[in-house]
């Protein structure tokens, strides 16, 4: 059999392992709180492995090994942002958010929760967070339909449109039926073959070149690119540094990962959560900067460099592994694509379903309120295939400025919420504003080259703190609700 044969076997059985998995989910979920949360029972090492495969997204398996491979290891500062942003958003957003919004009236979405948090009968705060999560991850599920016809195209020579339709269609299978448990156990399958892949791939590679062969081929690279590709700062400037480490202030804002914590069994579950989920980062973080490093020694002493530096693991997936094994580490760059739109599918329905459509007051079942879900989860599909027919869209800058919206728009509010008691509503709704416009108009001019979440993560903090101390909280039921919350984390320390 061809090399290609071998690797069309691996990425059918791939598939065909990610829709079982969406049946099995499907026979799981019985009501909206299944559909949207999985029922508030996933294991903290669940929750951890689907936060981890439904964040990094094709970047860590394609962009960062790539980025380091042209520019050196300045490139990493968004890896090392990023693991820091991580570690306390677990640390300290994890385990107070499954308990409040559980205290909160019961709270399945980030946008209910700031409503019921915050007692507001205005119901502005629910609409336009539900508003700015649907436009957003609407966009950024297309932007991973485009990553998935790319993928196709380039690995297998099948037209961009059917390459981007078969990973959609996939995707929303096991999505459709399955919802938050289907796209949470798919994501933990993902994350674990994607954290073999980027093990084993560079382990390998050492091996067959050997230490000097891995120093002598940097060396030369550094020769001939006149760069030091070992330096942290080499080429710098303080801005660039900062902007880049700044990705990790996102974390918190993030939908479609601050969702898993709310779905963990207890609050408790967060400690163990943590160590799983950021040795997972570490790990996988660690295992693409490998890649780069020691793809660059190969090629470069093979004098066959790489003209796409982003195929640096695909690629050398290739020289290490029989053709059959480099499809599966194919179907891992398939999975980090497919495990974000599926978890950003299921959070844009949830908008879109229990955040928008069941505010008009109208009664359903809860037999009803799934297969509303499963229509959200349609809908917003459907509108994202069409965007992505456009393949002229910039999709990595769409996702930073997605990331930027979402971590300016809601990591402020959902911090101030959770650990400061004079929180009002007017002020959440204010920093989200404020967060949202900062954040977009920054990005529109690129000023100072400052990345755009550092000015809108900042505006939103001032302007919340500030609005919420000229309208002071009254109503004692939510100082209650937050003291409760505040005995419970007590409780876990002691």
Not at 274 to 281: D, P
Not at 284 to 308: K, W
Request: aromatic share 12%; glycine share 10%.
């Amino acid at each position: 059999m061809t090399d290609s044969t071998f690797q069309t076997i691996a990425i059918v059985v791939y598939f065909a392992a990610m829709i079982a998995i969406g049946v099995y989910a499907y026979r799981q979920t019985s009501n909206m709180d299944d559909y949207m949360l999985g029922g508030r029972r996933l294991r903290p090492g669940t929750a951890a492995l689907s936060a981890g495969a439904s964040d990094m997204s094709g970047w860590l398996l394609m962009g960062l090994p790539g980025a380091i491979y042209a520019s050196g290891l300045v490139e990493a500062w968004i890896a090392i942002g990023l693991t820091i942003g991580a570690w306390l958003n677990w640390k300290f957003v994890a385990p107070r958010l499954r308990s409040y919004t559980e205290i909160s009236n019961n709270s399945i979405t980030v946008p209910s929760f700031l409503e019921n948090r915050f007692r507001d009968k205005s119901r502005l705060l629910r609409i336009i967070a539900g508003a700015i999560v649907l436009i957003f991850f609407t966009f950024y599920v297309s932007s991973g339909m485009v990553a998935g016809g790319t993928f196709f195209e380039a690995s297998f020579n099948l037209p961009y449109i059917w390459g981007m339709l078969l990973v959609a269609l996939v995707t929303l299978s096991y999505t459709l039926f399955g919802g938050f448990l289907g796209a949470t156990l798919t994501d933990v399958a993902q994350g674990i073959l994607m954290l073999l892949s980027l093990i084993l791939v560079p382990i390998i590679a050492f091996i067959m070149l050997g230490p000097s062969g891995v120093s002598e081929g940097i060396a030369t690279a550094d020769a001939e690119a006149g760069i030091n590709h070992m330096s942290l700062f080499g080429g710098a400037s303080f801005i660039g540094v900062v902007s880049a480490a700044a990705w990790g202030l996102g974390y918190f804002g993030q939908p479609h990962i601050i969702v898993r914590f709310m779905a963990m069994r207890s609050a408790k579950d967060a400690k163990v959560g943590r160590r799983i989920g950021i040795s997972w980062m570490i790990l996988t973080a660690l295992g693409a900067v490998a890649t780069a490093f020691i793809g660059l020694a190969y090629f470069t002493r093979e004098g066959t460099p790489l003209d796409n530096p982003e195929t640096v693991f695909l690629q050398l997936s290739q020289v290490v592994f029989h053709p059959l094994v480099a499809g599966f580490v194919l179907a891992a760059v398939l999975a980090a694509i497919m495990s974000t739109i599926s978890s950003q599918l299921v959070v844009s329905s949830s908008a879109l379903v229990e955040d928008l459509f069941l505010m008009t007051g109208r009664e359903l079942t809860p037999k009803q309120q799934v297969i509303y879900g499963r229509i959200g989860v349609l809908i917003v599909a459907v509108v994202a295939g069409l965007l992505a027919l456009d393949t002229d869209n910039s999709i990595l800058d769409l996702v930073g400025f997605a990331w930027a919206g979402f971590g300016s728009a809601f990591g402020p509010v959902i911090i101030l919420a959770l650990f400061w008691k004079k929180m009002t509503g007017s002020g959440a709704l204010a920093g989200m504003i404020t967060g949202a416009v900062v954040s977009f108009v920054w990005g529109q001019f690129g000023w100072l080259g400052l990345y755009e979440i550092v000015p809108g993560f900042l505006a939103c903090l001032i302007v919340a703190m500030v609005v919420s101390s000229i309208s002071p909280q009254k109503n004692t039921a939510i100082h209650e609700e937050f003291d409760t919350m505040t005995s419970e984390m007590e409780q876990i320390k002691n």
